[in-house]
């Protein structure tokens, strides 16, 4: 796709994930896809974990205390491919739309907090697992590696993604620069630590749009009142449970292409002229004209990390060399 004289349409959508099913959940993702759709959306964002429900209960409850909820979780996250995949996948296929959406995605025995993005053909192009939970969610998720901090060729350009606090980490956010990223997917929380965690989002974000030269589409969710009482009896704990959403899309310039959601449910959507990224380039590329490999560079551990390494190689060459006839003496 070229980058100049280009439109696309994107929807960030910030809505309630059912707290209760995953399969309350999936349903909400798919009518918010249809409706995005409806208003000619080629790329569609949701939160952070969305399906089937951020943790909550890991930032109120204290450790001793999420057994419960925890093996509830585990009921209900979402196998990778699986039902909930193919859901997804049928639904890009059919409204033409790029879909990404945060999972709690279960791996045998282990969660991971993950974002799938399926293209308009169905493929799931991307799966990356966080590289780094925060504080409380080291409880809830495993870490993901390197191999899914990739940038990606989609039908609406190259997509590259990071969840909530990757965004503090600038060799990750560099990784995905330097593949030229195009479209920045970006999911947080929503719904937790108030307006301090609001304004902090929104500097990582513009931050990454800016430095990066690319569009961020970011998604939160939202909480309902009846939700958060759900979650803690805590009144205290509740209000750790509001504030905190910043649904928004950002521009190459560092600046918002139309106004954030802040709060309540809804589809944020707007057009991204695809030119501005080279408007901004082309005074600033720091991939690019703009860069100095040669005194600062990064690397980046790219390859799986096997439980078990064979050396089954190695003890063949020895049994083969072992079976060679042994050289005559001189």
Known sequence: M???????????????????????????????????AGQGAQLVVFPETFIPYYPYFSIVLPPAMIAAEQMRLYDNAVAVPGPVTDALAAAAIQHQTVIAVGVTERDHDSLYNTQLVFDVDGTMIMKHRKIMPAFHERMIWGMGDGTSLKVVDSAVGRLGALTCWEHYSPLARYALMAQHEQIHISTYIGSAFGPVFTAQ?????????????????????????????????DPKMRDVLRGGCMTAIIGPDGMHVVPPLTEGAGILVADLDMSMIVNRKRMMDIVGHFARPDLLSLGVHSRETPLIRSDEPAQAKVRADDAKPAAADA
Do not use: M
């Open 201 to 233: 989002t929104e500097v990582q974000i513009r931050n990454h749009a800016l430095e990066s030269g690319c569009f961020v589409v970011n998604a939160t969710a939202w909480l309902s009142d009846e939700q958060i009482n759900s979650v803690t009896d």
């Open 2 to 36: 070229s980058q100049t004289n280009n439109i696309i349409r994107v929807a960030a959508v910030q809505y309630s994930p059912d707290l209760e099913t995953k399969t309350g959940t999936v349903d909400r993702v798919l009518a918010a896809v249809a409706e995005a």
